[in-house]
């Protein structure tokens, strides 16, 4: 449904570089990046916002590069809802019509079905300024559905709203996906989010795509140093690979597998990581004695940050499991992990 090959965008201090990006007909996909990766300049050149420099995006099969953003069948909705303060809700969904000549039964009963599915009838006399951010956020989907898109993009749809509209409004995107058969693109910096609504995803960083592919795939199996620290891999380093082994500064990590090349990087997850006062039996061959440097309250759970030679690795561990180890701050500990939760790249 959407191909884009070899795209260019330039800007004073930054550009997308020949971007590839191919999102199947009907497809729920996300792109992933942090905060000036170049996700929305992407968007925008989707829909024909901005000025492409090289390249062609396709819809359908179609190329629409060089065509206005109303000719191009694409629905964009913003973090920040863009309506019209002084028009009624029903005037702002209605808005796009002026731009698609679509027959008035059609549209009626278009009008109709969106109402409905966005619970919004109750709201259409209001003003924007009177509602809810789940309420606005609703209305700004009305309004890019109300034109029959065949692609819907979503900016951060969710990153303006409180903690408790988020739910509602991520289970609303579910439905009008399921239900509508419209291909999805939607942008974000929140990876808990893609492991929620989406099938497959890109992984943006300063313009350029760094991985594309199966959500879980990506959190499993990240590609470069950039794409592991952005799934939550927090310790991430430089090493020496000899055959079967890494060399980490002054440790030795078995990996179980032969790697061929003599640098790289590896990644561990936090969460793969145990923390004990004792040293685990002999099966975890990782295994390592350290200086407890740090310990950060993270609500549910406690990152320690335990020193072993000259690294600093990072573990995650319950309230309970602190108490119950009494780790405090320059105490001794061991942190082990399997070598199946060793990543490389």
């Known amino acids: 449904m959407i191909k884009i090959e070899n795209l260019c965008v330039d800007f004073p201090g930054f550009c997308l570089e020949n971007v590839n990006l191919a999102v199947a007909k009907e497809e729920y996909f996300v792109l992933l990046g942090p905060t000036g990766a170049g996700k929305t300049v992407l968007l925008e050149a989707i829909v024909g916002l901005i000025p492409t420099k090289g390249g062609k995006i396709l ?24 309506l ?4 009624t809700v029903l005037k702002n969904i209605k808005y796009g019509l002026h731009f698609h000549k679509i027959d008035e039964t059609e549209a009626q009963n278009r009008l109709d079905e969106i109402l409905d599915q966005l619970n919004l009838r109750s709201l259409v006399k209001r003003l924007p300024v009177n509602l809810s951010g789940g309420e606005l956020q609703r209305i700004a989907l009305a309004r890019a559905l109300m ?22 409004i991520q289970s609303e995107l579910k439905k009008l996906h399921q239900n509508t058969g419209i291909t999805f693109l939607m942008v974000t910096h929140d990876f808990s989010e893609a492991l929620s609504l989406a099938s497959r995803a890109a992984v943006m960083n300063q313009g350029k795509i760094e991985q594309i592919g199966e959500v879980s795939e990506i959190f499993q199996r990240p590609s470069s140093p950039f794409v592991a620290n952005f799934v939550g891999m927090k310790n991430i380093f430089f090493v020496n690979f000899r055959r079967t082994r890494a060399l980490l500064d002054n440790l030795e990590l078995e990996l179980g597998r032969e790697i061929k090349n003599s640098r790289g990087y590896l990644a561990i997850r936090p969460e793969d990581i145990v923390v004990s006062k004792e040293k685990l039996s ?53 942190i082990s992990f399997k070598s199946t939760a060793i990543h490389t790249f």
């Open 59 to 82: 819809i359908g099969g179609r190329d629409v590069t060089g065509l206005p953003p109303e000719k191009r069948g694409i629905g964009i909705v913003y973090q920040d809802y863009c």
């Open 84 to 87: 019209f303060p002084h028009l």
């Open 147 to 168: 034109v029959n898109p065949s692609v819907l993009l979503l900016d951060e749809p969710l990153s303006a709203l409180d903690p408790n509209f988020r739910g509602e």
């Open 282 to 334: 002999s099966s975890i061959r990782n295994s390592f004695q350290g200086i407890v440097a740090k310990i950060l309250n993270q609500g549910f759970y406690y990152e320690i940050h335990l020193k072993a030679g000259n690294s600093v690795f990072k573990a995650l561990i319950t309230k309970g499991a602190l108490f119950e180890l009494d780790l405090k701050e320059g105490g001794c500990a061991f």
